[in-house]
């Protein structure tokens, strides 16, 4: 199967990049409207991943907009990227119990140790 790449506007502080993500051939962000965004970077699997990436930075002027994109509303626009990360509060508790007992070892290493050196001290 191929994939064509889709593209997102990231934006950061003073900073902006067109990320292209989940496309199938190596060379699939080379076609006429963006070979020349596209071609200071490599398109990138990440590990056993099937579909590559690719990253480009935004100078001053320069758009991620892709023709004939998406649906009629959406035609001529990139995506742009939203952070939708929230905490759980499952991973948290996780957390917090993994670092209690973690201190629970810790503290009994410690107490067992001291009690050994108080029996050898009493010894000598």
């Given amino acids: 199967d191929e994939y064509k790449p889709s593209y997102y506007t990231v934006e950061g502080n003073d900073t ?4 292209a993500t989940g496309f199938s051939r190596h060379n699939a ?8 965004l596209f071609s200071e970077t ?3 699997r990440i590990s056993e991943d099937s579909l590559y990436n690719q990253v480009a930075v935004l100078s001053n002027g320069e758009t991620c907009e892709i023709e004939g994109q998406g649906s009629d509303s959406t035609k001529g626009e990139s995506l742009k990227c939203e952070d939708t990360l929230e905490p759980d509060p499952t991973v948290n508790f996780m957390s917090l119990t993994v670092l209690g007992l973690r201190l629970l070892l810790m503290k009994t290493i410690v107490f067992n140790g001291l009690m050994t050196f108080r029996l050898w001290m009493s010894q000598c």
Avoid at 16 to 19: T, V
């Fill in 16 to 19: 902006r990049a067109c990320l």
């Fill in 29 to 36: 962000t080379q076609s006429d409207n963006h070979k020349d």
């Fill in 42 to 44: 490599e398109a990138v």
